[in-house]
Nanobody, 116 residues
Framework: QVQLVESGGGLVQAGGSLRLSCASSGSLLSITFMGWYRQAPGKQRELVAGITSGGNTNYADSVKGRFAISREVGENTMYLQMNSLKSEDTGVYYC??????????WGQGTQVTVSS
């Protein structure tokens, strides 16, 4: 019963910043785990940042120290702040609640392109 919509992607130069937003139709407190996933050209989709309903976070090694995941539960919105962007950060970023039954919930994705 949860729909997710991403926004905030775009074109940015290396070293710049972007903030992605994920608007949820339901309360974030009811979702055990949510995350941002990235699919780069020619690569497998990977989890870049995750957050639990208890506020615990984790990050892919490639983005540690540069990205920050957060939630505003009153707005039903999850964010991904991306700093010091690199060309290898380029890809389609998806907001997801993959553990929701029966199939999980996924947004449509937002394109992030980092130029050098």
């Amino acid at each position: 019963q949860v729909q997710l919509v991403e926004s905030g992607g775009g074109l940015v130069q290396a070293g710049g910043s972007l903030r992605l937003s994920c608007a949820s139709s339901g309360s974030l407190l009811s979702i055990t785990f949510m995350g941002w996933y990235r699919q780069a050209p020619g690569k497998q989709r990977e989890l870049v940042a995750g957050i639990t309903s208890g506020g615990n976070t984790n990050y892919a090694d490639s983005v540690k120290g540069r990205f920050a995941i957060s939630r505003e539960v009153g707005e039903n919105t999850m964010y991904l702040q991306m700093n010091s962007l690199k060309s290898e950060d380029t890809g389609v970023y998806y907001c997801a609640a993959p553990l929701l039954r029966p199939k999980g919930s996924w947004g449509q994705g937002t394109q992030v392109t980092v130029s050098s």
